[in-house]
T-cell receptor, first 114, second 109 residues
Framework: GAVVSQHPSWVICKSGTSVKIECRSL??????MFWYRQFPKQSLMLMAT?????????EQGVEKDKFLINHASLTLSTLTVTSAHPEDSSFYIC??????????FGPGTRLTVT | GQNIDQPTEMTATEGAIVQINCTYQ??????LFWYQQHAGEAPTFLSY??LDGLEEKGRFSSFLSRSKGYSYLLLKELQMKDSASYLC??????????WGAGTKLIIKP
């Protein structure tokens, strides 16, 4: 089956620093990847759609200068949380689209900002 | 607007059957997905329905009525490991998933 990995699985950083999260499709090429954020006991919130070779499309209310997305290749997308604050602490999940109806999720990255 | 509704929490007994309902309103429709999510983990795919009717897959079945904007996930022979959140998501005309808030299923022995 299609596998998506994320790295790191968890990270603790200090307020004001930047953190980069990688999302890789291991056995398929994904022209489109998605980044989600999930707060405790809440559903997934789509942050942005990442398309290979072009700029990401951000959802309303998501700061594109704070959450930098780079989809450098067909198997890698990165999310960089810049100048992180405690309110950015969350569970960040990526998914990669294999086909219109097939989307596979990474295991998630738990970010804690102190 | 686009909207997905599902119950917040349900409780069932080990060995029993439980049905989790989901209603949706989307701009266009390209199918209805059910995902299972254990605490602290990413969602895992359970089912996909795009035509009306019941799709059975082992202990889990999923039903769709497009005319009613309604789906349900049926879990049979419940096991303790089925305790999780179950997410309903509808795919709109842009092939984007619109997510429900999830139903937390608690299984009691």
């Amino acid at each position: 089956g299609a596998v998506v990995s994320q790295h790191p699985s968890w990270v603790i950083c200090k307020s004001g620093t930047s953190v980069k999260i990688e999302c890789r499709s291991l056995d398929f090429q994904a022209t489109t990847m998605f980044w989600y954020r999930q707060f405790p006991k809440q559903s997934l919130m789509l942050m942005a759609t990442s398309n290979e070779g072009s700029k990401a499309t951000y959802e309303q209310g998501v700061e594109k200068d704070k959450f930098l997305i780079n989809h450098a290749s067909l198997t890698l997308s990165t999310l960089t949380v810049t100048s992180a604050h405690p309110e950015d602490s969350s569970f960040y999940i990526c998914s990669a689209r294999l086909a219109d109806y097939e989307q596979y999720f990474g295991p998630g990255t738990r970010l804690t900002v102190t | 607007g686009q909207n997905i509704d599902q119950p917040t929490e349900m409780t069932a007994t080990e060995g029993a059957i439980v049905q989790i309902n989901c209603t949706y309103q989307t701009s266009g429709f390209n199918g209805l997905f059910w995902y299972q999510q254990h605490a602290g983990e990413a969602p895992t795919f359970l089912s996909y329905n795009v035509l009306d009717g019941l799709e059975e897959k082992g202990r889990f079945s999923s039903f769709l009525s497009r005319s009613k904007g309604y789906s349900y996930l049926l879990l049979k022979e419940l096991q303790m490991k089925d305790s999780a959140s179950y997410l309903c998501a509808a795919m709109d005309s842009n092939y984007q998933l619109i997510w429900g808030a999830g139903t937390k299923l608690i299984i009691k022995p």
